[in-house]
């Protein structure tokens, strides 16, 4: 297209545009504006915000508590003199929240992030925001996007793991999934909501770097790559001020750099203040109106608090919802709809299957054959599985099959299979002893509000599982936890698959991979250690604080960065994971061999080109994993993963991968100039299926 044909197109849009104003002008009051879908957003919401009161614009800004129907877990009443439609807000991380029925619960987002596939994620949201949409929720609160700093936070099974690329990935592509379903997505908790103890104060106390290289760039896609409407400000301190009303990180970073133009709402009660929340960059406060209501509309009329900064609050809150549709389409559905659906449970239970990680599997104990005599113990295994965390990503599950359940159908109802919940560990051996093969069921309680008080499986099951390998050689540990655990019997034991909390179809997606109707390709989205003191953040001072402070002194060695950077033997890396088959990476390629320095993020991109063969004699996926070493000078982690892809293969299918580089591969964040800078140097691309198992390399130059 020429440039004159481009001019005249542009030309004949903008007259379009004015004339359907002029009518909307002429068939409603030209003050109705907003109701005309053709303009922009922006200019919807402007429209709307000069015909809004005082008492109008505050009512947007907060949520009414108690709510007048027991739903929901926020409420903002709509306008109808406006239009302007109710927000109904519920929870929702994996599966509606919020005691809602008649839902699926879907595995924790740990388990979905195991996937390391994208596309996963991006349906994972497709489906929580369906149902979420069918139940009449305008504003989904998920995901949950913080990075895992502490082994033990009470909420790693709502997170994506401890790498800020990968979150980054997983993050933008669940919160497309929801936006593309109906309702506008809330990312929490921003920012540095990484441990439970002391969660309402805790001061996290952390360096400008660190901030934006471990802990922004979830925060960073989902404004970029997600087009979130909203985010979730966070209960704690970062640096001394409260997330809901610190202006370094509202204003400076989020409208500033990330040039997000959604809004932000607090946490449940995290507010803290009217004046300096108003002015420091708090939209909305949510679930009352304890500073949000008389008090700032006192602090406006007294002319504390100008109306341009409120106009700009509520320009925040219409934006996101005239993007989304909110005022143009008919409400979503209600409260008491049923949202479940054959397809959606299937999803469930795919989704479970794609994020069970095989840790071990000596002597290829498994896949196990249908004959094999199986003794089941745990309690998890039978009558109480660990299918979900506590907290508010709670979930009424419609039905959970239990491992037991899910073993026996699988197998047939001849099978042979036995089962003791543990509580007696002789009994259980006796039963563990008569079978061919003994699984036990591991299960940790985590939960938002608590962190877990270290990192050993619970009450008696270390033992139960040392009685079982005691007298059956053949013991596998599946694990439902929702984060890393040790594993002081790790020897005794012929293997150990991470099941995390797996949903609804728990023993249906345990039963699949156990006897290999699904072959295991998750890998690892955070470390396990091998000691409670081999962590990054094993001091009092960095977890779980001293005096209400977090030193988040590890700075940029956040999970595996640390094991490498201090050359700590993990029980399992991050990103490693085992399957049925077996795969081979060859033939590293990079283009270009050198990149040009700049200011900014890097703009040219490398491509990464390898094959990948599955030389088994099973069909499966490998996870290939980018990970970047920068020079010395940089200051860096010794290396960190920069791109990812999971590739399905045939037994004995090669394919050919190419990876894009993420744009900061070969940048650091400078701190003085407050921006993403090249240095020069030689950097090491390094590709291979763990952070530990790296066989391929090449070299990439960053010259002036
Ligand atoms: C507190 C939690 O931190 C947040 O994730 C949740 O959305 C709200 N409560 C509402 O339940």
């Avoid at 037991?404 to 047939?412: Q, T």
Wanted: charged share 20%.
């Amino acid at each position: 297209m020429s440039d004159l044909v481009r001019k005249l197109k542009c030309l004949l849009v903008g007259v379009a545009i004015l004339g359907r104003i002029a009518v909307s002008a002429q068939e409603n009051t030209p003050s109705r504006a907003w109701e005309n879908k053709a303009l922009p957003p922006e200019l919807r919401a402007d429209s709307l915000i000069a015909a809004m009161t005082l008492d109008e614009k505050i009512t947007l800004m907060h949520g009414v508590d108690p709510m007048p129907q027991k739903a929901y877990v926020g409420y903002v009443p709509g306008i109808p003199r406006l239009g302007i439609p109710s927000l109904h807000l519920a929870d929702g991380r994996a599966g509606v929240g919020n005691d809602a029925i008649d839902v699926t619960l879907l595995p924790a987002p740990i388990a979905a992030a195991s996937s390391w596939d994208p596309g996963l994620l991006e349906k994972f949201g497709e489906v929580l925001g369906r149902e979420e949409w069918i139940k009449g929720t305008n504003v989904a609160l998920a995901p949950s996007i913080d990075v895992v700093r502490v082994p033990e936070w009470g909420r790693t099974f709502e997170s994506y793991g401890e790498d800020p690329y990968l979150n980054a990935q997983m993050a933008a592509a669940e919160i497309r999934g929801i936006q593309s379903a109906g309702p506008i997505a809330d990312a929490n908790m921003y920012l540095t909501m990484n441990q439970e103890s002391n969660r309402f104060d805790q001061n996290s106390v952390v360096d400008d770097r660190t901030l934006h290289e471990i802990y922004l760039p979830p925060f960073a896609a989902a404004v970029q790559d997600g087009h979130v409407g909203t985010f979730m400000c966070a209960y704690v301190k970062t640096n001394g001020k409260y997330s809901c009303e610190n202006p370094d990180l509202l204003i400076t970073i989020l409208r500033g750099q990330l040039k997000f133009d959604g809004w932000v709402m607090s946490d449940w009660g995290a507010t803290h203040s009217a004046i300096p929340s108003a002015e420091n960059g708090l939209d909305q406060e949510m679930p009352g109106s304890k500073y949000y209501g008389d008090s700032l509309k006192a602090a406006v009329t007294a002319g504390q608090v100008t109306m341009s900064v409120i106009d700009n609050h509520v320009r925040h809150i219409l934006v996101p919802m005239f993007r989304q549709g909110i005022f143009d389409r008919a409400p979503s559905g209600s409260w008491t709809a049923s949202a479940r659906s054959p397809e959606r449970d299937a999803f469930s239970r795919e989704v479970a299957e794609k994020g069970t990680v095989l840790l071990k599997n000596a002597g290829h104990l498994l896949p196990l054959r249908k004959q094999t005599r199986v003794a089941i113990l745990g309690v998890a295994g039978g009558a109480s599985p660990k299918a979900e965390g506590g907290g508010s990503s709670g979930v009424v599950a419609p039905y959970k099959i239990s491992p037991f359940d899910g073993i026996r159908n699988y197998a047939g109802k001849e099978a042979d299979v036995t089962y003791s919940d543990g509580s007696d560990l002789k009994a259980s051996a006796e039963v563990a002893r008569a079978a061919d093969v003994a699984i036990v069921f591991a299960q940790t309680d985590e939960t938002e509000g608590s962190d877990r008080p270290n990192l050993s499986l619970p009450g008696n099951q270390d033992a139960l599982i040392e009685a079982a390998a005691a007298v059956n050689r053949n013991t596998i540990v599946v694990l439902d936890t929702g984060g890393p655990v040790l594993m002081p019997w790790i020897d005794q034991v012929a293997g150990v698959v991470e099941a995390w909390y797996p949903g609804q179809e728990d023993g249906n997606a345990i039963a699949a991979i156990l006897y290999g109707d699904f072959n295991p390709s998750a890998k690892l989205p955070l470390t396990f250690p091998r000691t409670a003191t081999a962590i990054p953040t094993a001091s009092p001072q960095q977890w779980p604080g001293v005096n209400g402070e977090s030193a988040y002194s590890e700075q940029l060695d956040v999970g595996y960065r640390w094991y490498d950077a201090t050359n700590t033997e993990p029980l399992f890396p991050f990103g490693f994971g085992l399957s049925y088959t077996v795969f081979e990476l060859s033939h590293l390629v990079l283009t270009p061999a050198t990149v040009h320095s700049q200011t900014g993020p890097a703009r040219t991109q490398v491509m990464v080109k390898v094959d990948v063969r599955n030389t088994g004699d099973r069909d499966g996926a490998e996870v290939v994993q980018v990970y970047v070493e920068q020079p010395a000078q940089n200051g860096e982690p010794p290396r960190q993963l920069r791109a990812f892809a999971r590739v399905p293969l045939r037994a004995g299918e090669k394919r050919t991968v190419s990876l894009g580089l993420d744009p900061h591969s070969f940048s650091i964040y400078d701190s003085s100039s407050q921006q993403w800078i090249s240095p020069t140097g030689e950097y090491t691309v390094r590709v291979g299926t763990s952070s530990r198992d790296l066989p391929l390399s090449g070299k990439v130059g960053v010259k002036q």
